[in-house]
C-alpha cells in the first residue's frame, strides 16, 4: 500500500519526538521526495540540491505548499541533527529559512553541537568502534594479531565476520595479554553487509554487557568484515540501532589493499546489478594501508595509489609490508564524518540493504578428522593454484600434518602462497583438517575429489 505524503510526513514526526532518528529519515525522505512530485518535480533534488530544487519552483508555490516544504525541511534537519550530521542539518535548516522559518537558534546549536562532537572526550565519550575492511587476502587478519599483539595498553574486542562454510579465521587470530580474549566474537552465518546486521547489533551489545559486568571499560572495538563486504551497510548500523547510536560512535573505516592484486579487483567486471565490492571499500575508506608493497616495484606502487585516488581523492595511506602499522593510523583518529558520507552517497541513510553479491563468487569448506600427506597436498595446492589462480580469490587452512607436532597454517592469494607451521597440536585436541576457498565459478567436486586424495587413510569428514 502506498503511503501518502501527509501519513509518512506524520511518521517522521512521531519518530523525531521518539528520538527514533533512523526510522525517522526514511519516513521523511520518502515523504518529501513524493510531496515533489505533486508540485511537479520528479527527481531527488527536494533533498539532494535543496539550493537548486527551491530556485527553480519557490516563486511559484503556493503558500500553503512553502509552509508544507517549510516544516519539513525543519523537521528534517532536526532529525539529521539527531543523527550527528550537522553540517548536513543546517543545509536543511538553511532551506526552512529560505521558505520563512526563523531557526538562528537551531542553526547556531547544530553548529556548536558540531564543534563539541570533535572535542568530546573521556567518561562521557562513545565506545570508538573501527570497521576495518579490504578485499580477500588483504592482510585483516595478520593486522588484527599485530593489534591484539601490541603494548599500546588498550582494552579491545574482535568481531570477526568470515565468508565461508568452514571457519578459519578464529583459528588465526591470537589473543595478546591486553585484549579481552572473551570478547573476540565470530560470526559466519553470512556476510555481514547484508544478512546478518542483527547479529552485528547482538554482537556489539553483548560486548557491552560484558565490559559493563566485568567493570573493565573498553577502549575500543573493531569489526573485521568479511573480504566481500560492502562498508556502506556495516556503517549503516550505527545510525539504525538506538542502543547502538547512544552507546559507541564509529571512529573510521579502515581498508587494507593487496598492492599486487588491487587494480586486477578494480577493473574486474560485475554482471548488472552486481556492485564492485573492492571499489566500494576504497571509495568509503577514511584510511588506507596499502600493504604487501613487497611484492611489487615502485611504479606499480605509484600508479595503485593514483587509481585509489581516482576514487577517494583525500584518503590517507599509507605504505606497509605485513600488515604493520601505528595504532594511531587506524584507532582513535575519529575519521568518520557522515556529512563527509552523505555528500558522496546522499542515499547512505536509506535502510534498503539490497547489496547484492556476485553470484559467481561463493566458497566452499572442508573440515576433516584426521591428517594429510604433506606430500600430496603441495602437490595438488600447486596445481590448483597454478590451474585456477585468477579465479581463486582467497585459499587458506590450518590442517593436521602427518608426522608434524605444530598446526600447520597457509594462506593463498590467487597464486600466491605462504604456509608455515604455527602453534602446536595439545595432547587432548583432536587434530582435524579444516580448508576453505573462496572464489569465482568454483567446482565443489573437483576440489572436493582432489582435497580427499590428500588424506591419509583413517581420515574422514567430520
Not at 508555490?61 to 532536526?78: A, S, T
Not at 591470537?174 to 553487509?193: F, R, S, T
Not at 611484492?295 to 600508479?303: I, M, Q, R, S, Y
Amino acid at each position: 500500500m502506498t503511503v501518502s505524503w501527509s501519513e509518512g510526513f506524520e511518521r517522521a514526526q512521531a519518530a523525531l519526538k521518539e528520538a527514533r532518528f533512523f526510522d525517522g529519515v526514511q519516513a521523511i525522505n520518502s515523504c518529501m521526495e513524493t510531496y515533489a512530485k505533486v508540485i511537479g518535480d520528479d527527481t531527488d533534488r527536494v533533498l539532494r540540491d535543496p539550493s537548486a530544487f527551491l530556485q527553480e519552483y519557490k516563486e511559484n508555490l503556493k503558500q500553503e505548499q512553502k509552509d508544507v516544504l517549510r516544516k519539513m525541511y525543519e523537521v528534517r534537519g532536526d532529525i539529521i541533527t539527531g543523527l550527528g550530521a550537522h553540517k548536513r542539518a543546517m543545509l536543511d535548516y538553511q532551506s526552512a529559512q529560505l521558505l520563512g522559518a526563523i531557526l538562528k537558534d537551531k542553526l547556531a546549536k547544530t553548529e556548536a553541537a558540531a564543534k563539541a562532537a570533535k572535542e568530546k572526550t573521556g567518561s562521557d565519550a562513545k565506545v570508538p568502534v573501527t570497521v576495518l575492511t579490504g578485499f580477500l587476502g588483504s592482510g585483516k587478519t595478520t593486522l588484527l594479531n599485530h593489534i591484539l599483539h601490541e603494548f599500546h595498553g588498550k582494552r579491545i574486542a574482535i568481531i570477526e565476520n568470515e565468508f565461508g562454510e568452514v571457519g578459519i579465521d578464529d583459528s588465526l587470530i591470537e589473543a595478546g595479554p591486553l585484549a579481552m580474549e572473551e570478547n573476540v566474537i565470530e560470526m559466519n552465518n553470512g556476510c555481514i553487509c547484508c544478512t546478518v546486521r542483527g547479529d552485528l547489533i547482538a554482537g556489539l551489545k553483548k560486548i557491552m554487557k560484558r565490559s559493563v559486568q566485568s567493570g573493565k571499560p573498553l577502549d575500543g572495538v573493531i569489526i573485521e568484515t568479511t573480504g566481500l563486504a560492502d562498508p556502506a551497510p556495516v556503517a549503516q548500523t550505527f545510525f539504525a540501532d538506538d542502543f547502538v547510536q547512544q552507546n559507541m560512535q564509529l571512529d573510521g573505516i579502515v581498508t587494507l589493499v593487496d598492492a599486487k592484486h588491487l587494480i586486477m579487483h578494480l577493473d574486474e567486471e560485475k554482471p548488472e546489478g552486481v556492485e564492485n565490492e573492492a571499489v566500494e571499500q576504497v571509495a568509503f575508506a577514511d584510511r588506507i594501508i596499502l600493504n604487501k608493497c613487497d611484492l611489487v616495484d615502485e611504479p606499480h606502487l605509484d600508479e595503485v595509489e593514483r587509481r585509489i585516488r581516482m576514487i577517494n581523492e583525500a584518503v590517507k595511506i599509507k605504505r606497509t609490508t605485513k600488515s604493520k602499522v601505528d595504532m594511531d593510523f587506524i584507532m582513535g583518529i575519529q575519521a568518520f564524518d557522515l556529512d563527509k558520507i552523505l555528500e558522496m552517497d546522499d542515499g547512505f541513510l536509506a535502510d534498503e540493504q539490497d547489496h547484492q553479491h556476485d553470484e559467481r563468487v561463493t566458497s566452499c569448506g572442508f573440515h576433516v578428522k584426521g591428517e594429510i600427506n604433506q606430500q600430496k597436498l603441495n602437490e595438488w595446492l600447486g596445481y590448483i593454484l597454478k590451474e585456477k589462480g585468477n579465479d581463486l580469490f582467497r585459499t587458506k587452512g590450518v590442517l593436521a600434518v602427518q608426522g608434524m607436532q605444530q598446526k600447520f597454517v597457509f594462506q593463498a592469494v590467487h597464486m600466491a602462497f605462504t604456509g608455515s607451521p604455527q602453534r602446536d597440536w595439545q595432547p587432548d585436541e583432536e587434530r582435524i583438517c579444516k580448508l576453505t576457498f573462496i572464489g569465482k565459478n568454483l567446482n565443489r567436486q573437483e576440489l572436493e575429489a582432489g582435497f580427499k586424495k590428500c588424506l591419509v587413510n583413517g581420515a574422514g569428514y567430520a
